[in-house]
């Protein structure tokens, strides 16, 4: 297949990456690395060692790369604004676009340029940090979980999850997007917001810290109401799972403490402001998240000052 990762940071590298080794002729779109992708290739990095993956481009924009097959956007949500000029010359008659990102609200951003069936989204359930320019590390596989912006599973699902299996990557789809979204925010909206609101943590001193994590559980078990009362139920055992998998990833820095510490744009609507939204809308009680949303605002107001 012809793909195209815009967004080739940590989870978009590792992705192009897995799937330029699998055959595919990968092109990766990004601000910043890309001279150095074009040149030597991304470094892989996991507990079996380093590798170095040649893709067949590295570009800081879609121009000259054509109509693809799969198109992955790996982006951060942040930038979901600019993104549907930049990705129209990708799309084709038979395209499928992908999404890779966290949070609620990013399969709406290109309802405009696909139609509903040919648009995934992917959650990625992993640790990978972006560590230098185009060195890619990755310290938990985990799984992604794919499921359609619209309705049940399709025929575009089952193309990508097929995808990334043959690629190596533990990859199932699901019936319903909004269960799979819950589910990941379930770790998300605690680690992620804790991490920026309480000044600066890893995951190992949030849990280490008997308030914080008495928080972190709370908002858990907010997350489960708001997925109740959203129609997609989720177990105690998924909650007692996202702490079992967090004490195993040691000192991990969230994603968003990594562009909160080094002045990025952090994706606060996607990650709080867009659940609690619609938490709230469908009758849940989320006085944990709106307290945390607050916090993690003012942190970047006074970043801002």
């Known amino acids: 297949m012809k793909i195209c990762v815009v967004g080739a940071g940590a989870v978009g590298g590792w992705y192009a990456g897995l799937l330029a080794e699998a055959g595919h002729e990968v092109h990766c779109v990004t601000r910043s690395d890309y001279a150095t992708i074009q040149q030597r290739g991304l470094v892989l990095r996991d507990t079996t060692g380093e590798r170095t993956v040649k893709v067949a481009s590295a570009r800081p924009d879609t121009a000259a790369i054509g ?64 560590t230098a320019a185009g060195v890619i590390s990755n310290t938990m596989h985990g799984y992604v979980r794919m499921a359609a912006a619209e309705g049940g599973i399709n025929p575009a699902v089952n193309l990508c999850v097929n995808v990334f299996r043959e690629a190596g990557v533990e990859c199932e789809a699901e019936p319903s997007l909004s269960a799979v979204l819950w589910k990941k925010l379930c770790w ?28 972190a559980l709370n908002l858990m078990n907010e997350v489960r109401e708001a997925a109740e009362r959203c129609g997609v139920p989720f177990s ?21 403490l990594i562009d909160y510490q080094a002045g990025r744009e952090v994706e606060v609507e996607a990650l709080w402001g867009i659940p609690l939204r619609r938490g709230l809308h469908a009758g849940a009680t989320m006085p944990e998240l709106q307290k945390l949303k607050a916090e993690i605002s003012a942190k970047l107001a006074q970043r801002c000052s």
Request: with cysteine; proline share 6%; aromatic share 4%.
């Open 188 to 215: 998300n909206i605690p680690f992620n917001g804790l991490a920026v609101a309480a000044g600066g943590l890893t995951t190992d001193q949030i849990l280490a810290n008997s308030e914080l994590r008495q928080r």
């Open 67 to 130: 109509e693809c097959d799969l198109i992955i956007i790996a982006a951060k949500a942040t930038a979901n604004s600019t993104l549907p000029p930049l990705i129209k010359p990708l799309v084709g008659p038979n395209s499928i676009l992908l999404t890779l990102q966290n949070g609620m609200g990013n399969v709406e951003t290109f309802a405009s340029l696909l139609p509903d069936n040919r648009i995934v989204a992917g959650l990625c359930f992993v640790c990978i940090n972006r």
């Open 236 to 256: 105690e055992k998924h909650i007692a799972k996202q702490f079992a998998v967090t004490e195993g990833m040691g000192a991990y820095r969230p994603s968003s």
